[in-house]
């Protein structure tokens, strides 16, 4: 199992000074700068990806974009006192690219440092393993035993997965893929033997490939934050905030169970002595 990566210290007073200020189970009105930065147009427009189960879903004969980034976004709408507007992604890397254009206000990613230079990271809310799905008849028993020469690990183009895996692992090659769907296909048609994600996504996957596998092991654990576009520091200390409310209230447990997520969990709260946002691996 390697070893999950250290936060990474930025300053983030403003975040302190509210955490410090108390915890009430429901945020305080953001004050006019936080409101008119976290919701420029007047309307929250929260991003959820949907190819990812543990973020979001969409109907395949609707469209309607349900799931725990949903859930969340609605409810900080709510205590911003703003409506809401759900806007679905398919692609990741294309989700996190919009966010340089200003095309939504709100996201859930999982935390890396390479979206720093893009994302406002909150802390973390929701925690899944990260793990491989193997191919039938693969003799790989372990995350240590698929970093071999000769092994092509599937993933997604922009997923968190794909970024950690490009910088950590020594021998074995990751094959990228234009989304989810398609980086599972490649185990299906061969063209690959690993396929890397959350340890929920593979377990239901692994249910419709007859003798493919999800190791017992991981290689890392999946933090997922709220996000933001990167210059919006007043709005993400309101987002903190509410993100710390969030899980002691239970409304992120409940996001989760609403949901029937397995093997997801919420994050434990942020350290006051360590008020990073987005820690992780």
Partial sequence: MK????????????????????????????????????????????AVFTGNPVLGAADKTSGEVSGTTAAMGRALAQA??????IIGYSAIAKMVDDAKTGAW???????????RNVLEFAPPHIVV???????PGSTIRSVPEADQPGVSIAAAKGAATTLFLQ??????????????????????????QVYAQNRYMLLGLADGLPGSRVLEDRFSAAEMCLVLPKGRGAALAYVSEFVEQSKQSGTVQRA??????????????????????????
């Avoid at 911003?80 to 507007?85: D, E, M, S």
């Avoid at 206000?105 to 979206?115: E, G, L, N, Q, S």
């Avoid at 910088?167 to 398609?182: G, I, M, W």
């Fill in 3 to 46: 070893k999950i990566e250290l936060l990474l210290a930025v300053p983030f007073t403003a975040l302190a000074v509210l955490l410090a200020s108390g915890c009430a189970s429901t945020p305080p009105a953001p004050t006019p700068a936080a409101k008119a930065e976290l919701a420029p147009t007047g309307t929250l427009r929260v």
């Fill in 80 to 85: 911003a006192g703003v409506p809401a507007k």
């Fill in 105 to 115: 206000d709100v996201a859930v990613v999982a935390f890396d440092p390479a979206r």
């Fill in 129 to 135: 393993d990260l793990t491989y799905l193997v191919a």
């Fill in 167 to 192: 910088r950590t692992l020594k021998a074995a090659q990751v094959v990228q893929a234009d989304n989810e769907p398609a980086a599972f296909g490649l185990i299906k048609d061969g063209k690959a």
């Fill in 256 to 281: 989760i169970d609403e949901s029937k997520l397995r093997g997801v969990t919420v994050a434990p709260a942020a350290a006051k002595e360590n008020l990073t946002p987005g820690g992780g691996y």
